[in-house]
């Protein structure tokens, strides 16, 4: 019984520490995926920045299209 568990021990070790690192090294690709799929949706195929309209813009413009109908 003794022989088990001077062997057991090490490769338990070894086994929980290979769990860890997989666990690790899957979660940092998959926020480093996350982070890419952020700056292109952001930034856009071309690299630069597309800034939203704002508000006021969005709501000129509704007006404006309002007034070109009449």
């Not at 769990?19 to 700056?39: I, M």
Request: proline share 3%; aromatic share 8%; no cysteine.
């Amino acid at each position: 019984m003794d022989g088990i568990q001077q062997l057991g021990l090490p490769v338990l070790g070894i086994v929980a520490a290979a769990a860890v690192t997989f666990y690790a090294v899957s979660f940092l690709e998959l926020s480093e995926k996350s982070f890419r799929d952020l700056d292109e949706k952001e930034y856009g195929e071309s690299g630069g920045y597309k800034p939203s309209a704002s508000s006021r813009v969005k709501r000129a413009r509704r007006k404006a299209e309002k007034q070109a109908k009449r």
